[in-house]
C-alpha cells in the first residue's frame, strides 16, 4: 500500500506494465531497506564492541570516583545523620567496593554474552527477511498470473476436485 503510488507513477508517467513496475518497486523497497538494516546493524555491532574493549576501564574510573565521594563526603552525611538517629556502624567494608567488584565480575561477561544473542538475532532476522522476501515476490507472481497458473493446473487435478 505505502509502494502503491510509485507504482503508478511509474506506471503512468513512464509507460511500464504495471506487472514490471511492481516488481521494480518491491525489489528496490527490499534492497534500500536491507543496505539500511545492514548499515545500521553494522553500526551497532562495531559500538558494542567498542563498548566492551572500554567498560573495564569506565568501570574502574566510576569506582574510583564513587569510592572518593564515599571516603570523603558520606562520613560528613553520616556524622550530622547520627546526631538526630543515633546507629552504630557495624560493618566499615565500604559498600562502593562491594558493588564495583561485582560489576567488574560480570559487565564484561553481560557484554559478550549479548553479543553473541544480537548476531544469533541478526543471522536469524536475516534469514527470515530472506524467506519473507521470496514468499512476498512469490505471491506477487502467483496473484498476476492466477488465470494462466489455474489453465496449467486445472487437467492435473481430479475431476470430483474440480466440481468443488
Not at 521470496?134 to 474440480?162: A, C, E, G, H, Q
Request: glycine share 2%; aromatic share 18%; net charge positive.
Amino acid at each position: 500500500m505505502m509502494l502503491h503510488p510509485l507504482v503508478t507513477l511509474l506506471e503512468s508517467n513512464w509507460k511500464i506494465k504495471r506487472g514490471i513496475a511492481t516488481f521494480f518497486v518491491i525489489c528496490t523497497f527490499f534492497i534500500i531497506t536491507t543496505t539500511f538494516g545492514y548499515f545500521l546493524i553494522r553500526r551497532l555491532l562495531h559500538e558494542l564492541t567498542e563498548l566492551s574493549v572500554k567498560l573495564p576501564s569506565i568501570i574502574a574510573n566510576f569506582s574510583h570516583k564513587v569510592s572518593d565521594l564515599e571516603a570523603n563526603v558520606l562520613p560528613t552525611f553520616y556524622h550530622w545523620f547520627v546526631k538526630f538517629f543515633p546507629i552504630e556502624k557495624e560493618n566499615e567494608m565500604k559498600f562502593s567496593f562491594f558493588i564495583f567488584e561485582k560489576i567488574k565480575e560480570y559487565s564484561t561477561e553481560l557484554l559478550d554474552h549479548s553479543l553473541q544473542i544480537i548476531s544469533e538475532l541478526l543471522t536469524s532476522a536475516a534469514y527470515m527477511f530472506l524467506v519473507i522476501f521470496f514468499i512476498v515476490i512469490s505471491t506477487y507472481f502467483i496473484t498476476k498470473d492466477y488465470r494462466k497458473i489455474i489453465i496449467l493446473v486445472k487437467p492435473y487435478i481430479p475431476l470430483r476436485m474440480n466440481k468443488l
